[in-house]
């Protein structure tokens, strides 16, 4: 998956990169910035992606693709599409452009809505990836969950590096006992929670 991953791919995750780090170096306004994923958390969903059963793949916070495209490094081989939210107009535009340039348009669906609206018509989810605003984890989470088929994954990402505002939504992912969860101490902090093969 990593030692054949196509040039125009590789071209647009470098172009996303560079992007990013001059957001961050130059105090781009917090909306606008694309406030992306590292490549190490990259690889890591990739992996948790083609380690995922049969189901729904989701994704909640498109921003530029950038993380979608490493999602569908693990979709490649499989008839699934990843199902991507974004609200923001500017984000979508680049997340387009990005899907079109790495040729990666016929595995992603980009829907332009507040993924809360959608969640509730989802009945087998497999994977989902949440890095949106943090208010909305909670709601996301408590929509996901029930969905989750056996195996099923949840990865939530910042909660390291936010963790002032979400230690209250990963107390409660860890303690849930519908799923197995752990905090991962890779890239920003990644909540990984995994629904059992058998109901606890």
């Known amino acids: 998956m990593f030692h054949n991953i196509p040039k125009p791919m590789l071209d647009r995750m470098a ?14 306004p917090r909306l606008e910035r694309l406030r992306q994923i590292p490549p190490e958390t990259g690889r890591f969903l990739a992996l948790m992606a083609a380690s995922s059963p049969i189901g729904a793949f989701l994704e909640i ?3 530029a693709g950038y993380s979608a495209l490493w999602i569908s490094l693990a979709l490649q081989e499989r008839s699934t599409k990843l199902h991507t939210f974004e609200v ?12 079109r340039l790495a040729g990666v348009e016929n595995k992603i669906k980009l829907i332009e ?20 605003e943090k208010e909305v984890y909670g709601d996301c989470y408590d929509l996901i969950i029930p969905k989750l088929v056996p ?9 390291i ?5 979400l230690e209250p939504f990963t107390n409660h992912a860890l303690e849930d006992q ?10 920003k902090g990644i909540l ?7 109901e606890l």
């Open 88 to 99: 923001l107009s500017a984000k979508i535009e680049l997340a387009r452009e990005t899907f």
């Open 192 to 198: 990984l929670c995994r629904k059992p093969s058998k």
């Open 15 to 28: 172009h996303l990169e560079e992007m990013d780090l001059r957001d961050r170096q130059d105090g781009t």
């Open 161 to 165: 590096n936010h963790a002032d505002k």
């Open 61 to 63: 916070g498109t921003s």
């Open 151 to 159: 195996s099923g994954i949840l990865l939530a990402d910042n909660v």
């Open 178 to 187: 519908r799923v197995d969860a752990l905090v991962i101490p890779i890239g």
């Open 113 to 132: 809505d507040d993924a809360c609206t959608h969640l509730p018509k989802y009945k087998n989810i497999a994977f989902c990836f949440l890095d949106a």
